[in-house]
């Protein structure tokens, strides 16, 4: 069992790698929580409890992509964003209003 564990733990970050290279949203300049939608409550709250300059660098990011998307271009490789270097700014914030609204629930449930 023990080497089954330390088979996945070398295999997923590399499945992992493989898939943000293959997405290419890298290509333009894109981080992953670039892509959260802004579809439900929880989300457009985390947005709003982001930082100003947060706000003002996802947006950046997001016009640019589109931009070079209605261009059919992509960003020159050395600007493209490395697995390394992928972070998740935003997933704190939506797991931590989800939390919230959970207990929230909870509490009203009783």
């Given at each position: 069992?023990?080497?089954?564990?330390?088979?996945?733990?070398?295999?997923?970050?590399?499945?992992?790698?493989?898939?943000?290279?293959?997405?290419?949203?890298?290509?333009?300049?894109?981080?992953?929580?670039?892509?959260?939608?802004?579809?439900?409550?929880?989300?457009?709250?985390?947005?709003?409890?982001?930082?100003?300059?947060l706000i003002e660098e996802r947006?950046?990011?997001?016009?640019?992509?589109?931009?070079?998307?209605?261009?059919?271009?992509?960003?020159?490789?050395?600007?493209?964003?490395?697995?390394?270097?992928?972070?998740?700014?935003?997933?704190p914030y939506v797991d931590e209003?989800?939390?919230?609204?959970?207990?929230?629930?909870?509490?009203?449930?009783?």
């Open positions: 069992m023990e080497g089954l564990a330390k088979y996945l733990n070398r295999v997923f970050p590399s499945l992992r790698k493989w898939i943000f290279t293959a997405a290419e949203w890298n290509q333009y300049g894109l981080y992953k929580d670039d892509l959260i939608a802004e579809d439900n409550d929880d989300v457009i709250e985390a947005l709003r409890r982001l930082p100003p300059h947006n950046f990011r997001i016009i640019r992509a589109a931009q070079l998307d209605c261009q059919k271009k992509v960003l020159p490789k050395e600007q493209w964003i490395k697995y390394e270097d992928d972070i998740e700014y935003l997933t209003v989800r939390r919230e609204r959970e207990e929230r629930e909870e509490w009203n449930a009783e």
